[in-house]
């Protein structure tokens, strides 16, 4: 960057050309007396002069993580753990560098390493490094780490210990459920592992529900109605398979023809979504979710309340209230929950 020739660096610094080209190539290093008048030549500090940080960048961990499972298959296992101690030791508090070439290592050996004996001696220093990342100020990464001793934990049926250490994970911004679940599971507790998928798939297919139907709506505003009723199709067939009632299947499909001002088609929408009450096609009445406990109604009341007020104080959909058919199915709604 300075445009200074070796020759230039060794007649400043009092040395031959040739030292100056090995130091550049790796080959030997400065006396440690020329340290301080090389990063003064060189207008640094000798920490940067001796590429001295705390972390590496994302990129080059992607890169040292990519290059060492090439090395894990070509010059052994051996070899890549003895460079990854040496990198740990150059980056101590580089947790997301130690992490993922943990992971790493330790997949490997699980799969591929043929001697239990020298397999025990790498895993332990494996844990070792994981458990200093467990412990870091880098919340996202530590979680990644107890999620990794809960599962080592698992495996050795220390399951109180596991128990003990999913517990610090928070709630807060991440999923340890399929953890929990793997636990249950080890534990023989079957019931408490059905419960949790369960409760799992609900949560999670109700909210690709209203993902799809949030899409559609931005279709309609396109007025793209042919890929919005595209995309309500897909809706009540998801539905349908998942046994989530005439409501949520049908609401797709009742946005776009409502935005279509296809009155006949919309109505015969609310009428199929007005049926759930009626419907034996409820996550209630279900085999995927019978180890979920729901309330007695499921709170339906409630939910056709506000369903009934939407449809009517809807302006959007005034196209409709014209029709005695879009009367006739409010008034049977309200009866059958007592709406006033």
Same mark, same amino acid.
């Given at each position: ?8 660096? $060794?007649?400043?610094?009092? #040395? ?24 003064? &030549? ?13 972390? &590496? ?33 150059e980056y101590p508090n580089c947790y997301k560098l130690i992490l993922w070439?943990?992971?790493? &290592? ?12 020298? %397999? ?15 412990? @870091?100020?880098?919340? +996202?990464?530590?979680?990644? $780490? ?27 911004g991440f999923d340890k459920r399929i953890i929990q679940g793997q636990l ?8 408490? $592992? ?19 139907? /949030? +899409?559609?709506?931005?279709?309609? +505003?396109? /007025?793209?109605?042919?890929?919005? &009723? ?5 809706? @009540?067939?998801?539905?349908e398979i998942m046994d989530l009632g005439n409501y949520m299947g049908n ?16 109505? =015969? ?21 019978? /180890? ?5 109604? =499921? ?7 506000? #369903?009934?007020?939407?449809? %009517? ?28």
């Amino acid at each position: 960057e300075l445009n200074m020739t070796q020759e230039y660096i $060794a007649k400043s610094l009092g #040395v031959s050309a040739p030292a100056v080209n090995k130091w550049e190539n790796g080959i030997s290093y400065p006396d440690i007396e020329l340290l301080a008048p090389l990063a003064r &030549l060189l207008r640094i500090d000798i920490n940067t002069l001796l590429t001295f940080r705390e972390e &590496l960048s994302d990129k080059e961990i992607g890169l040292f993580i990519n290059n060492l499972s090439e090395k894990m298959m070509t010059i052994g296992f051996e070899e890549a753990f003895n460079e990854v101690e040496q990198r740990i030791r150059e980056y101590p508090n580089c947790y997301k560098l130690i992490l993922w070439s943990a992971q790493v &290592l330790r997949g490997y050996l699980m799969m591929r390493f043929p001697e239990k004996k020298d %397999e025990e001696k790498y895993l332990n220093k494996i844990n070792e490094w994981i458990k200093i990342v467990a412990l @870091c100020d880098d919340m +996202k990464l530590a979680c990644e $780490a107890k999620i990794s001793l809960t599962q080592l934990l698992i495996e050795k049926q220390d399951y109180e210990e596991a128990q003990n250490m999913l517990d610090q994970i928070p709630e807060l911004g991440f999923d340890k459920r399929i953890i929990q679940g793997q636990l249950f599971v080890a534990q023989n507790k079957y019931e408490d $592992a059905y419960k949790l998928q369960e409760e799992m798939m609900y949560q999670q297919v109700n909210g690709l529900m209203n993902t799809i139907l /949030h +899409k559609v709506s931005v279709l309609c +505003k396109e /007025h793209k109605y042919d890929e919005a &009723l595209y995309l309500a199709g897909i809706s @009540c067939q998801i539905a349908e398979i998942m046994d989530l009632g005439n409501y949520m299947g049908n609401t797709a499909y009742f946005t776009v023809y409502a935005e279509m001002k296809e009155a006949e088609q919309a109505i =015969d929408c609310m009428e199929k979504m007005l049926e759930i009450g009626y419907s034996s096609c409820k996550p209630k009445d279900s085999r995927i979710y019978r /180890h979920m406990k729901f309330n007695a109604n =499921d709170g339906l009341a409630k939910v056709y309340d506000m #369903v009934v007020r939407a449809l %009517e104080s809807n302006d959007g959909i005034d196209f409709l209230k014209c029709s005695e058919r879009y009367t006739q199915l409010l008034e049977k709604a309200k009866r059958k929950y007592s709406i006033d």
